[in-house]
């Protein structure tokens, strides 16, 4: 691992900041944790000396575009046609996951082939989802605009 830090379940799980995964009072009032300063080994579950600079890390597109369509479905009306197109188009994946918006980058392609799925949104969801298609295709793809709105 890049970062070397302790596998299993810790209480310090994350490479960028000390976000304590066990302090429970805490889990739904502080969103992030303070920045993690130095990565000393044996301290704060750190095995070893990181390969790559914490500041040098980069969250892969991928990661990037699945929190923005989870982020797109969670916006939606889950009354509206959207979502319900959706829920038809993809009658495999649970109320539970279709509600929190969690998808593969399989169906997130095929949704973006199908024209069938704009026509069904509301016109705010409707620039909500040509925006995320272009930001997929310009920015997060294989080929980047030099221009970039």
């Known amino acids: 691992m890049l970062t070397e830090l302790q596998g299993g ?3 310090f799980c994350c490479f960028l900041c000390k976000w304590d995964s066990h302090a429970r009072e805490k889990r739904y009032v502080v969103k992030t944790g303070p920045k993690r300063m130095s990565l000393i080994p044996g ?3 750190i095995k070893e000396e990181p390969l790559v600079q914490s500041e040098k890390n980069f969250l892969p597109p991928i990661h990037i575009n699945l929190g923005l369509m989870k982020n797109l479905v969670k916006a939606m009306n889950k009354d509206g046609g959207g979502f319900q197109y959706l829920k038809t188009k993809f009658p495999r994946i649970s109320d539970a996951k279709m509600k929190e918006g969690i998808f593969v980058g399989p169906q997130i392609r095929e949704l973006m082939k199908d024209s069938n799925f704009e026509s069904t949104l509301n016109e705010a969801e409707q620039r909500a989802w040509i925006a995320f298609v272009e930001v997929c295709h310009n920015f ?5 605009k030099r221009e970039l709105p």
């Open 9 to 11: 379940y810790t209480k």
């Open 140 to 144: 997060l793809g294989n080929k980047k």
């Open 43 to 45: 301290v704060e579950n």
